[in-house]
């Protein structure tokens, strides 16, 4: 059978270290659902819609751009993702991975859809927020959401290549992943709709290189245009504003949904935060109010009980960037990988 085609399951491919082909795999999934534990019931319905003779899989997105919504994903897609990564990672048959991310969701779904077409030997755990917890084994490859590696940093010397995506690392997190002596860490830029990541760059670096097989440009507002023929038959407009160093490489600035236009001077939030991270001790965010002078006047979104903020911070922000309000929220609204959602705060 075609290696490359997603009916294939590779000869080197192992679960919890068991060596499973197709129809182990399927009856495997069958025990998952009829009694498993309810972090594996996902996987064994999603091991039946992969085997099933439907050519696409049916997913849900996130949720962190939009309302959560149902888009259809073709299979063969999906192992193209996989074998755009394995090259772009360096990923070999037998190297051992391990799966701590939810399976309803294409991150996921695509580490186990890589295991089966590379031939990994693949470690599941249930989901949580210390995945590598009393866990002594090591790793070949990982991915992980920010708030999973942020409680994992001890144990990430167990880790060869890490991937880290799903919402943004903060500058804390991120100079705790640099210090990491054994593992190289990745940040990862994608979506549902590009099948997870389109783009990565080792961590604290500024720009992502592309994937093979991914063309960039840009649209009349400056967003990331994404020509990935392989993995969706359109191109993908997104609401990402980017700037694109060369046909390889881009620097993202943030999305166009939350620009914010006041007196005329229009600022960038995510630019903003990042000027000001490090420099407030809780999670925060920056957003806008209506204002009947400037149109819209930034405001400063803290997560917590209210205490005084030093407004000194303030200094490295320019004269427009500086918040005209602070409101303290009890507790952010989230998507489910941990990504704060903004319009749901304010």
Known sequence: MNQSTYEYVHSHFKLNGFHLDRDDLCRVAYSFIKEGYDFEKPVGDFLLDWFDSKSYIEMQTSGSTGTPKTVKVAKQA???????????????????????????????????????????????????????????????????????????????????????GGAKINQTLENDLIKLKTTQVFETYGMTETITHIAAKIIGAEAFTVLPNVTISYDERKCLVIDAPKINDAVIITNDLVIILNENQFVFLGRIDNVINSGGIKIIPEQVEQKLDGKIERRFFIASKEDTELGEKVVLVVEGEPFEINTTIFEVLDKYERPKEIVFVTKFTETPNGKVVRSDDL
């Open 78 to 164: 999906m192992v193209n993702s996989a074998l755009a990564t394995a090259d772009f990672f360096d990923l070999k048959p037998s190297d051992k991975a391990l799966l701590c991310l939810p399976v309803k969701y294409v991150a996921g779904k695509m580490m186990l859809i890589r295991a089966m077409v590379l031939g990994m030997n693949l470690e599941f755990v249930a989901p949580s927020s210390h995945p590598m917890k009393n866990n002594e084994n090591h790793y070949d490859f990982v991915a992980m959401v920010p708030m999973q590696a942020q409680n994992s940093i001890k144990e990430l010397q167990k880790v060869k290549k890490l991937i880290v």
